[in-house]
């Protein structure tokens, strides 16, 4: 089984970067421009970093700043990126394989993903501002960290999803061949889940975005965080009613997403179809063009031939070779040790922070808490309504596009573009456009909210029904299934755990929206309405740490309840009815 899986992929591979009749050597020029233009990148950002640490950045809004506030913004972007795939592959896999960790590390995430940016944001600047008070370094820091907390928890989501999905016969066939844990991981769950954390993957990046303005023109009471990047841009050119700016601004993210999709996402969907494991075709597959022109470079063609020989030679780990591990026993006493260890630390942690977080919140009085619940059940009301209205549309427009590669090849880049850029840039449009119907913000928001969080269910339905084998499908074919039975019967079983996901992220990101959509300043005008994401966002603005950390709180106690109540029974369903071996 495993050998027809490595025979496969690699072969795939092999054909994918195979040389092509005409060999074009200028290609090889077009590769060292490229690697010079990431190394200049670099470069620019480290520069940026480790300059002096300025009190107030002067944003220049002429569109020949556009060029260097895009990379400096991308470059954050894709560094916060790096720091949440790697978060995503230590914390799912511990949460997935160890039972005692599990019970910990999934309640933290869920009031991880349900603290809102603003949350975060007041104590990591602080911090690492204060911890390197004459560089850049600190505030830059702070800024991607604060891009890793809209990007992370949805991504650690997924790929908890898929190990807790792989099928049963792919963990026997694991078994029978004496894999490691390593060889376990590397040859069949992270390509079981490579599809999902794909997709899932474009859609955090898209959710990074969305609070660039925030996190690039932070202001904490009388003082200014200002980073120079195409979100500060965005926020001094909105704030000055610059509308040749705005569409700069406007224009220059397009870009930037379209750049990304085709240089970045587009390649890694195709090579993430190769790690499909079917017997049978899904006709024809994704391709890129810049793939197609990598194949054209001598260098990079060797490089990769190189790699596919070795491994080719090698081959995937057999039996026999699974013998020399010695002493298995030994390392998974060495694994519960430190499992243990870590997740002693880390409840250690936990009950420090919460100790030191009700000593912080003594002077809130009982009324502020009565309030604050009240407008943490107005909120959840929004969350729920806009979850159900992303659903509606999201479920059918994911399945079309995620069965037919032809809709997948043209939506997949206006989706991309469509979810990545950031929400709030649209929302004096969509203000004008509901006071013109009478509608306020108190129901307005609810579409504010929508803007950003649709998107969360739409990929991981698209991601779902890409993985839908093509066995089943083509049997559906067999047995002529109606469109509803095949609805009901196939499509919406096989995605229901992605659609799960994107339930969980989409309500998180909803929650975190409605610091936004509830309080919204544009023009010198302040447009609120009452919730919790109100709330915070004034405590914010006020520097009122205390009533910050109490909202915050709520918020979390509030999406933490309903998990363990909704989503975590919604979880058991996929896992235990829904999944690939039952």
């Avoid at 590397?186 to 490579?194: A, C, I, M, Q």
């Avoid at 929004?382 to 069965?403: D, E, K, N, S, Y």
Wanted: net charge positive; hydrophobic share 50%.
């Amino acid at each position: 089984m495993f050998n027809q899986i490595f025979e496969s992929a690699w072969g795939q591979a092999n054909a994918l970067f195979y040389p092509p009749r005409r060999r074009r050597y200028y290609m090889d020029i077009v590769v060292v421009l490229a690697g010079l233009a990431i190394l200049y990148g670099l470069v620019t950002m480290g520069r940026q970093w480790t300059g002096a640490h300025r009190p107030v950045v002067d944003i220049n809004l002429s569109i020949w700043a556009l060029p260097k506030y895009t990379l400096l913004s991308m470059m954050r972007g894709l560094a916060a990126y790096v720091i949440s795939l790697l978060f995503t592959l230590v914390y799912a896999y511990w949460a997935a394989k160890d039972e005692r960790a599990e019970r910990l590390l999934i309640p933290i995430l869920d009031i991880l993903q349900s603290i809102p940016v603003l949350g975060f944001m007041p104590g990591v600047v602080l911090a690492l501002v204060a911890l390197f008070p004459h560089s850049n370094l600190g505030l830059e820091l702070a800024a991607v960290v604060m891009i890793f907390t809209g990007q992370a928890w949805n991504m650690t989501f997924s790929l908890y999803h898929s190990f807790k999905s792989v099928p049963q016969e792919f963990h026997e066939a694991a078994t029978t061949y004496g894999f490691n844990w390593w060889e376990r991981l590397k040859w069949v769950e992270l390509p079981f889940g490579t599809t999902g954390l794909v997709w899932n993957s474009m859609m955090s990046m898209a959710g990074g975005w969305f609070f660039l303005m925030i996190t690039e023109a932070f202001q904490l009471g009388d003082q200014d965080f200002r980073l120079p990047g195409l979100g500060s841009y965005m926020s001094v050119a909105a704030d000055k009613g610059n509308v040749p700016a705005m569409i700069y601004s406007v224009l220059a993210m397009i870009a930037m997403i379209v750049f990304l999709d085709q240089v970045l996402w587009r390649p890694v969907v195709v090579l993430a179809q190769r790690f499909r494991v079917e017997d049978t075709s899904q006709g024809q597959a994704p391709r890129s063009w810049l793939l197609r022109l990598l194949r054209r470079s001598r260098m990079f063609r060797l490089w990769v031939a190189r790699r596919v020989h070795r491994r080719t030679l090698q081959g995937p780990p057999s039996g026999s070779k699974a013998k020399v591990n010695q002493a298995p026993a030994k390392a998974r006493t060495s694994y519960r040790w430190f499992s243990t260890l870590a997740l002693a630390a880390l409840a250690g942690l936990v009950l420090w922070s919460a100790f030191e977080l009700v000593k912080f919140l003594t002077d809130i009085s009982r009324s502020t808490w009565g309030l604050l619940v009240k407008a943490g059940g107005l909120t959840l009301t929004r969350v729920l309504v806009t979850t159900v209205i992303g659903t509606i549309w999201a479920l059918p427009a994911g399945l079309a596009i995620g069965l037919s590669d032809r809709m997948a090849k043209f939506f997949q880049p206006i989706v991309q573009v469509a979810a990545s850029f950031p929400a709030p840039m649209l929302f004096p449009a969509v203000i004008f456009v509901m006071a013109k119907f009478g509608v306020g913000l108190n129901y307005g928001c609810v579409v504010l909210m929508l803007l950003g969080t649709q998107w969360y269910i739409l990929f991981n339905v698209i991601a779902g029904a890409m993985a839908v084998p093509g066995d089943m499908r083509e049997a559906a074919t067999s047995f002529r299934f109606s469109r509803w039975q095949r609805f009901t019967w196939l499509y919406l079983p096989a995605t229901f755990p992605y659609l799960v996901t994107g339930w969980v992220t989409a309500a998180g990101g909803a929650w975190n929206a409605s610091i936004v959509a509830e309080y919204y300043n544009f023009g010198g005008k302040t447009l609120t309405t009452f919730g919790l994401g109100n709330t915070i966002t004034q405590a914010a603005t006020d520097r009122n740490l205390t009533l910050l950390a109490a909202s915050c709180l709520v918020m979390s106690a509030i999406v933490v309840t309903f998990n363990r109540l909704v989503w975590k029974r919604c979880y058991q369903l996929a896992f235990t009815r829904y999944t690939l071996d039952k």
